[in-house]
């Protein structure tokens, strides 16, 4: 039961180490760095931003209503 528990725990160690270095990696620069291009040519991406432009824009009309009207 000892030999099992050890082999466990040492499977277990490496794991861990090897989880350890696949998130060094993935941290190492800037997260913006490592993004670029992600969405290069998507038309998904280009008609997601043209809609949340088309948002931010309504919230704030361009010509105030006249209080007259």
């Given at each position: 039961?000892?030999?099992?528990?050890e082999?466990?725990?040492?499977?277990l160690?490496?794991e861990?180490?090897?989880?350890?270095?696949?998130?060094?990696?993935?941290?190492?620069?800037?997260?913006w760095e490592?993004?670029?291009?992600?969405?290069a040519?998507?038309?998904?991406?280009?008609?997601?931003?043209?809609?949340?432009r088309?948002?931010?824009?309504?919230?704030?009309?361009?010509?105030?209503?006249?209080?007259?009207?």
């Amino acid at each position: 039961m000892p030999e099992q528990l050890e082999e466990r725990v040492a499977y277990l160690e490496a794991e861990v180490a090897r989880l350890k270095n696949k998130v060094e990696g993935v941290n190492s620069g800037a997260w913006w760095e490592q993004i670029v291009g992600a969405f290069a040519d998507s038309l998904d991406y280009d008609e997601a931003m043209r809609l949340g432009r088309e948002y931010r824009d309504s919230l704030h009309p361009s010509s105030p209503e006249s209080v007259d009207e």
